[in-house]
């Protein structure tokens, strides 16, 4: 998978690439198709935004579903985290909706004369 990182009036630190990276690997175990995930961060130069002022996009492409989740928070490293919890909830949607749900009761299996 392919992790590609855009930024708009930021600068992005080392150790952010590295935690951003390893997070995203850790949603392979979701077993989802994508071949390339984009991580935007745009910083907001307006000092009354404090509180929101790091946004951080997370964008996938690949066979699977799209994907995509924004946050704002104090800084990329927060505002990261909540994008990347929502991307994993809507993966954890759609694998709930693929899984067969359909659940034989007792009485519509046929019982074996011999066991009994």
């Known amino acids: 998978m392919e992790i590609i990182f ?3 009036k ?5 150790d952010f690439k590295k935690i951003a990276t390893e ?8 077993h989802v198709k994508v071949d390339r995930i984009e991580v935007e961060v745009i910083h ?4 009354s935004q404090g509180k929101r002022s790091h946004t951080v996009i997370i964008t996938s ?3 699977g ?4 989740a924004e946050a704002a928070a104090f800084n990329d490293l927060a505002a990261f985290d909540e994008a990347i919890r929502k991307v994993e909830l809507q993966i954890r949607k759609r694998h709930e909706r693929s899984a067969d749900h359909n659940h034989q009761s007792l009485k519509a299996i046929p019982a074996d004369p011999d066991l009994l």
């Open 6 to 8: 855009h930024t708009r």
């Open 10 to 14: 930021a600068a992005i630190a080392a």
């Open 23 to 30: 997070k995203i690997n850790s949603l392979q175990r979701l």
């Open 44 to 47: 907001e130069g307006n000092p």
């Open 61 to 63: 492409h690949g066979a």
């Open 65 to 68: 579903p799209l994907l995509r």
